[in-house]
């Protein structure tokens, strides 16, 4: 069983930066294409960023392009999401999932973003 928990979250200003941190049980990590998602209240969820097993390949959404950086380390089982530049609108819960050929087979418990304005 492939358990995911997520860390780091909490309250910050606007333009403020946190780094979100998601652990990943088992011995299987380095298998899995990993993402971050985000849900805001009333909101479908929504993508934020992927990293490929190995770590070579990333990919973000356009909302977040230029300010969120996705990366993982096999050696800890773990993949973080640096976020920079945070605006208000960033504010959600944040989820990462750990997938195989496109599809999201775990998904972590959450982790709340709030960004004031």
């Known amino acids: 069983q492939v358990q995911l928990v997520e860390s780091g979250g909490g309250l910050v200003q606007a333009g403020g930066s946190l780094r979100l941190s998601c652990t990943v049980s088992?011995?299987?990590?380095?298998?899995?294409?990993m993402a971050w998602f985000r849900q805001a209240p009333e909101k479908e969820r929504e993508f934020v960023a992927r990293?490929?097993?190995?770590?070579?390949?990333?990919y973000a959404g356009d909302s977040v392009k230029g300010r969120f950086t996705i990366s993982r380390d096999n050696a800890k089982n773990a993949v973080y999401l640096q976020m920079n530049s945070l605006k208000p609108e960033d504010t959600a819960v944040y989820y990462c999932?750990?997938?195989?050929?496109?599809?999201?087979?775990?998904w972590g418990q959450g982790t709340q973003v709030t960004v004031s304005s």
């Open positions: 088992g011995r299987t990590f380095s298998r899995y294409t």
């Open positions: 999932a750990a997938q195989r050929f496109g599809q999201n087979e775990y």
């Open positions: 990293i490929s097993n190995s770590g070579s390949s990333t």
